[in-house]
């Protein structure tokens, strides 16, 4: 051991203490012992990062079990406070708002004719208010045009003779 300290010191120099040079030493001569020490910690770290996954995930789960149970709760709550109170202005509107975006995202509740009805109406709603707003721009953009309007040929002429007068005026300016 004498031997060895001594020619650990030769090799890594003498300003580090014989433990830290006898520990270098051994590295260089002796990779695989530490590459066995490596593997043990690494196994070991690998057995744990599993078990802090599974704890993570079971922790995730609880937590989203957690938060469902609260919406559901919230969305009791706020149908009891819109039904049995008449809540008025901008708080009113929203928690009319805050109960249709969780009539969404709660169970099924056949029972409940105001669920079904925000459940199912409320999106229908918002796709009638589409195709009435693209209907309106289509007929407005054709009759800009002039595409949906049948015109009589004797009103045809007299738009073309008033825009000539027009243009006539326009280039005596």
């Keep these: 051991m004498a031997a060895l300290r001594v020619t ?5 120099g ?8 006898v520990d ?3 590295r260089r001569l002796f990779p695989r012992l530490s590459q ?16 802090s996954a ?41 928690i009319s708002q805050l109960r249709e975006e969780l009539a969404v995202q709660v169970d099924p509740r056949p029972g409940d004719s105001t669920w079904r009805k925000m459940r199912v109406l409320n999106p229908l709603d918002h796709c009638m208010e589409y195709a009435t ?15 949906i309007v049948e ?8 738009i073309q003779k008033k825009r000539g007068e027009a243009r006539k005026q326009s280039e005596t300016k």
Excluded at 8 to 12: I, P, T
Excluded at 14 to 21: E, I, L, S
Excluded at 133 to 147: H, N, P, Q
Aim: glycine share 8%.
């Design 8 to 12: 650990a010191r030769r090799l890594v």
């Design 54 to 94: 599974k704890q993570g995930c079971e922790d995730r789960e609880k937590l989203l079990r957690e938060i469902h149970n609260m919406r559901e709760e919230l969305y009791d709550k706020v149908s009891h406070a819109e039904r049995t109170y008449d809540i008025p202005g901008r708080a009113g509107k929203h």
């Design 133 to 147: 707003l693209t209907f309106s721009l289509y007929v407005l953009m054709g009759m800009a045009a002039g595409k």
């Design 14 to 21: 003498g300003g580090q203490t014989p433990v830290v040079a």
């Design 24 to 26: 270098k030493v051994q």
């Design 151 to 158: 015109l009589d040929p004797d009103e045809k002429l007299w």
């Design 36 to 51: 066995v020490d490596r593997a043990r910690s690494t196994t070991s770290s690998a057995a744990a990062a599993a078990k």
